[in-house]
Nanobody
């Protein structure tokens, strides 16, 4: 199983970023996909998630209105676009996957980190003030 996050870097406050997560070796179309982030000295926190059917999306209050998560089942990728970035958005961003449709048994979209079985290596986003 591979989840490869990319797109991080240094961004000025007020700017935008687009993160991408390329995946392989698992049944992507049946998995909920999410982005989490971890700032230095802080716990990992939820950012956004999209369900397996691409019909439901959830966002953390901290990014609501500034973030858009999307998935492409053909390319097996999930993206996170964020605008109006703030210094508080500085963190390592991780993509994660959780089996949501298990042979017809569908679970609610997971919003807890421990639900996610596959994690990428993370990509650093630094927002300068």
């Amino acid at each position: 199983v591979q989840l490869q996050a990319s797109g991080g870097g240094l961004v000025q406050a007020g700017g935008s970023t687009r993160l991408s997560c390329a995946t392989s070796r698992f049944d992507f179309s049946n998995y909920a996909m999410a982005w989490w982030r971890q700032a230095p000295g802080k716990e990992r926190e939820f950012v956004a998630a999209v369900n397996w059917q691409n019909t439901g999306k959830h966002y953390a209050d901290a990014v609501k209105g500034r973030a858009t998560i999307s998935r492409d089942d053909v390319t097996r990728t999930v993206e996170l676009r964020m605008n109006n970035l703030k210094p508080d958005d500085t963190a390592v961003y991780y993509c994660a996957a959780d089996l949501q449709n298990d042979r017809g048994l569908v679970r609610a979209i997971p919003l807890r980190a421990y639900h996610y079985v596959y994690w990428g290596q993370g990509t650093l986003v630094t927002v300068s003030s």
